[in-house]
């Protein structure tokens, strides 16, 4: 258990429907990240919180939004979903930034979204 | 997109065999991570290297950090069943606020 919860598990909705997937890091831990893996793309970094502000920005589509509340949980909304957003959709927390320290990422189990 | 070459794709072994995979890279990293995981599962993180050149064993499994800080290898010995899945290597440059890059991934089955 890497102390990362991710809700819900699995989630099956129609195209243009909107999802939230909900993430809580580890306790202490300050970032949270979101990283998409689909069959064809791998693992793809999406985007970065850090003590509830934003801090970095991967391949993440405009329909796309994240958020860090001030309990640190975070939320990665996804809306007019199309069959291809399709994937598993990961939560990873570490307890820094990159400002020197060296530390691991450590991910959720995931929640698999399927856009029918 | 990924920048990270990840070898082999695939392997199939026999049990009790040892395995080796590398990472490599056209990019510089500071840290090299490399996870495990599991069908329906997260990465499970394996090992950390944080230097150039550092040699790090976690049980079974070694890795290395290459010393161009370009590449990385992770090697398990004497495998055995529960080794299936898949083995992702990660890398994190400098100043890269924490998002790892990740390799495409080498799926491991172990022949009994």
């Known amino acids: 258990d890497s102390g990362v919860t991710q809700t819900p598990k699995h989630l099956i909705t129609a195209t243009g429907q909107r999802v939230t997937l909900r993430c809580s890091p580890r306790s202490g831990d300050l970032s949270v990240y979101w990283y998409q893996q689909s069959l064809d793309q791998g693992l793809q970094f999406l985007i970065q919180?850090?003590?509830?502000?934003?801090?970095a920005k991967g391949n993440i589509l405009e329909r796309f939004s994240a958020q860090q509340f001030p309990d640190l949980h975070s939320e990665l909304n996804l809306s007019s979903l199309e069959l291809g957003d399709s994937a598993l959709y990961f939560c990873?927390?570490?307890?820094?930034?990159?400002?020197?320290?060296?530390?691991?990422?450590?991910f959720g189990q995931g929640t698999r979204l399927t856009v029918v | 997109g990924q920048q990270l070459n990840q070898s082999p794709q695939s392997m199939f072994i026999q049990e009790g065999e040892d395995v080796s995979m590398n990472c490599t890279s056209s990019s510089i990293f500071n840290t090299w991570l490399w996870y495990k995981q599991d069908p329906g599962e997260g990465p499970v993180l394996l090992i950390a290297l944080y230097k150039a050149g550092e040699l790090t064993s976690n049980g079974r499994l070694t890795a290395q950090f290459g010393i161009t800080r370009k590449d990385s290898f992770l090697n398990i010995s004497a495998s055995i069943p529960s080794d299936v899945g898949i083995y992702f290597c990660?890398?994190?440059?400098?100043?890269?606020?924490?998002?790892?890059?990740f390799g495409s991934g080498t799926q491991l089955t172990v022949l009994p």
């Open positions: 990660a890398g994190l440059k400098a100043g890269s606020a924490r998002q790892l890059t």
């Open positions: 919180y850090y003590n509830g502000e934003e801090r």
């Open positions: 990873a927390s570490s307890d820094s930034t990159d400002r020197g320290v060296n530390t691991e990422a450590f």
